[in-house]
Structure formats: structure tokens, C-alpha cells
């Protein structure tokens, strides 16, 4: 009886055991949770026979001085939980990686794949040169002799990693290396330290003839090497092939109408066995155009949407990005004309929506295809109003209005009354929308007393954060010929909105910045308390957007802050942090 080999474990696999659980804990999920217990269930099934031939067969063996004692199968129980933390350890590392990946975008369909040579040509390159380790594995476990342990990682392992390769080729190519390669490289690289030290101090042992005697360097075994990568891809396949079934199953509501919140392993290669035939790439094309709005218009969204999961996930950028789209047709029209064209043509088609006809599934598609430009089509389609009331995306298209009435060489912000009522068809409306999808999305039971209360928060924190951003772009509207600042307030310091157009950064203006931000906080503090009644699975990805935005405001009421180039920016790392703290409430 011996504690060598539990020492390696005390000292050198719980550290970062729980440096990572730490890390990711604010933002583990039961989806999470389950993907790891379902990865380490498997790699134990999978790896307790394999790895008990080899204690029996004696190609490597543990000194009685340096285990415990207890076994199964005569593999010691600190092997065991070897298997356990190093799937825990990698798949944790895996989810942190790839947090941010929005899955969806990277599926293709049979179109795209067969048009992507590319992407054809690695799939069968990958099937040749894995069915080549196979074979020279084989050949070696035939052969008996010093190649026989390497032999026996190579037919063990790498028949796994081609199954998984070909369920999930598209997502291990396509996926950012970062969440790829990273956690593969990452933990093999620690685990063939850790290995090297144990193989030095004989914590476990492999017997001479059944190993090729070749080192990656000093006291690490080639086949060891080998070994920790190959189990480390696996566990990284694995997980990818996991987000690839996900991706599927969330991505096309029309292949997968209800999807359980943990789906079942055989829902899983349900999803991964989908013909490519089958998928709705004009939906996949959609979503990375409004990923891409995403990340190139809101910084702080883009931020708070990773924190979601699913289909939540996926109809929140939807939504942001028909938002997106309908404001931008409205801003970026060549003349008032234009601009009220695009209102009326927005209009209409929710219209076509909402509206009961026994052609309505056909006729928005057609009215969009025929009206809209093409990159602006599929933000529309996306749109899921078969779960949000009209009357918010109506009152949106009102708020549009307003910004059109700058046109007319006028300002409609007369005074904090009309101002409230611009932020409430521009925010509060969008703030509704988002709790709506919310509700559709989460199994929690609410009264509808209860929820209106929260909506109406949700209301006023959308206003909050429309005063923040009106407070943020005061130079920017100026450029274009608007002042959202409400008149009163400029005739109250001797001044009109004339003079903000032709002097945006004076003092006068800033004092105004500062009571409008006041009144912002003040609606914030007011209205924060009612996130923390949303269901449990959305509290910290909406703390996450509201704080993200704040952390804005709060930016700009810091003394002696500069707005530079028109607008206040939050650095990357201070954006992390706020939404780490949000996660963490």
C-alpha cells in the first residue's frame, strides 16, 4: 500500500480540477453538467476494459508501494479516477474554449458541402489516413512484439475518432482552432509532464518488449504520448459531435419541433444522422448574417448573447437583428421619401404576419423576397412572430417615425415626456420582445399578474438603457442632424438644439449628459431587482446584457472621462469582468 499515484493526483490533477471548475461555475449550466457526466461515463465504459487487458497482459503494471489498494478489475481505483478527471479537466477546458461559439452557423448543407471541395476533400482524407493508423495498429498487435502496446492504443482509440469524425467533420474543421485544437493541445501537453514526472518517480510502469523504446524526450514514452492525445481527441470529438447534434437540433425547428432541455443520447445521433439534404441552409445563411450585425453593431449584446443557450439564443440574435436591419433601412435611406417607404413596406409586412389568411405562411416570404434588398431578407424570415405579439414590433416601427421627424428639419423631443415615449417604442419594446422569447423558451410556471409586473420592468429598463445610449451618441446624432436631448432641458441653460448640432461637445452639453444618465440610473436601480425573477436559466445572461450596457454609463459619469470619436467605449477586459460579476450574483 502506497500514495504515489494518489499524490500525483493531489498534486497534480485537482489543482486544476478546481482552478477550472472555479472559473466556469458562473457559467456551468445543466446542459453542461450533463455533457460532462455523459463524456466521463463513456470514456469509464470505454477505457475499463481496454485498459484491464493491459494490467492482465502485464504491458504495464503498478508497484504494490504506490497504489492504495482497492481495484476493479486489477485496475487500481486511483486509475480509475484518472480516467474521471482527465475527461472532467478537458471538457471544462473545451467549455470555457468555446462559450462564445454560436454552433448553428457552422453546420452546411448538402449544397454547401458539395460545393466546398475543400471540405469534401478532408472528410475522406481524415477516413484514409485514419483507416491507415488502424491498420499499421493492427499489424502491430498481430506482430506481438515491441510495437504491441502502441498497437493496442491505435486499435482501441482511433476507431472511436473515426466514427466521430465522420458524425462531426463539418464542426472539427470549420470550428475556431481555439476550441478545436486548444483544448486537444493544452492537456496533452500537461498530461505528458505530469506522465514523465510519474514515469521517473515509478509510479506506474511499462514492461520492456512491449514498447517501441523510443521518447518524445527524456523519460517520456512515445506510446504514453500517444496515448494522452488520443484520449484527449477523443474527449474533444466527442464533445464537438455533442454541439454538432445540439446545433442541429436546435437550428431547425422544422426537423426537431420540441427538444428537450437535456435531449436523450439516442435524440443526440438522431440529430447527427440528419441527411445534410435535409437542413435549412437559407436559415444557417441567415443566422450568420445576423451574427455577423451582431458582432459588428453591439458589442455588449454580442457579449451577453453567448451567455444564452439554444434556441433562446438563437431567436435573441433573430430578433436583434431584424431590429438591426429595420433601423438601418430607415437611417440609411437616400431621402425622407425612402425612409417613409421602408416604414410602410415594414409595416405591411407585419401585417402579412399577424394576420389570418389561409395563405399565411407563404405570402411574408414572398412579400420579403420581392420587396426587401437580399441581405436584409433573412433577418425578416427569422423573425419568430409565431411567438411575439405584433404590438411591441408596431410600436418599434413608430419609434422610427420619430427619427424620421428629424428629417423634417424639426426636434421631436420636446420635453422628458415625449423623450420617454421615443425610448419606450425604441427599448421598452425591444426589453418586452426579449421577456416574451423568454417565457416561450423556459418551463418555468408564472402567474400572468406576476409576469406583466416583470414585463413592465423589463419596460423601464429598456428606457434606461436607451438614455444611456442617447447619452453615449449626443455627437454622433449630432452629425446626422439629431438631438434627443429633450429641448426644455437645452432652453433651461440658454441654449436650443441648434446650438448642440453646431457645438456637441461643450459644457453645457456634457452637464445635460451627466442629469440624463441620472435619470437612467435612477430608472435602473428602480427596475434591476426584477431580473432576479426571471426563470433561473436567463437571470445571468440578462444581467449580463443590462450590466454589459450600464458599465457604459457608468463610463461616461466617471470624472474627467473624454468621449472620443463620439462615443464611450468599454475595454475588452473590463466588459469580461462586468459580466463575470453579473454571472457570479
Known sequence: MG?????????????????????YRPLCTPLDRYKILFLIVIAVISTTPWDSYLIHSRIWTYPPDAIIGPTLFAIPAEEIFFFVIQTYNTSLLYLILSKPTFHPVYLRGEKLVHDGRRLRLWRWLGNVFMASVIIIGALMVVAIGKGLYMGLILVWAVPIVLVLWNLAYQFI??????????????????????????????????????????????????????????????????????????????AFPSLFPVVPSLPSPVLLVQALLTPTQAYDMDRIVGLQQALDRLRAKSRSFYLASSVFEGRLRIDMISLYS????????????????????????????LDLCYTETSEKSSQPRTFICSTFPECCQASLLLLPTAYL?????????????????????????KDEVTLQTYASRVAATVAELCLELVYHHSAAVISEGKRKEIVNSGGSMGIALQYINISRDIAVDASNGRVYLPTSWLKGLGSSPEDILSEPGSSKVESLRQRLLDVAMNIYDKAKGAIEQLPIEARGPMRVAVESYVEIGRVLRTPGYTVKAGRATVPKLRRLRVAWHALRQ
Open 3 to 23: 500514495y504515489d499515484y494518489a499524490w500525483v493526483h493531489l498534486r497534480y490533477t485537482l489543482p486544476p480540477a478546481i482552478a477550472l471548475t472555479c472559473c
Open 173 to 250: 474543421i470549420r470550428l475556431p482552432l481555439s476550441t478545436t485544437l486548444l483544448p486537444i493541445a493544452a492537456p496533452t501537453l500537461y498530461l505528458w509532464i505530469v506522465d514523465t514526472l510519474a514515469l521517473r518517480r515509478g509510479t506506474w510502469v511499462i514492461e520492456s518488449g512491449t514498447k517501441l523504446e523510443r521518447h518524445i524526450w527524456d523519460g517520456l514514452e512515445v506510446e504514453e504520448a500517444v496515448f494522452f492525445l488520443v484520449t484527449n481527441v477523443l474527449i474533444v470529438f466527442g464533445l464537438i459531435a455533442f454541439d454538432n447534434a445540439l446545433a442541429v437540433l436546435h
Open 322 to 349: 431584424f431590429c438591426r436591419v429595420a433601423d438601418d433601412l430607415v437611417d440609411n435611406a437616400s431621402s425622407f421619401s425612402e425612409a417613409r417607404r421602408w416604414i410602410t413596406q415594414l409595416t405591411r409586412y
Open 389 to 413: 405579439s405584433p404590438t411591441p414590433l408596431y410600436d418599434l416601427l413608430m419609434g422610427f417615425q420619430t427619427d424620421l421627424d428629424f428629417s423634417k428639419n424639426s426636434f421631436p423631443i
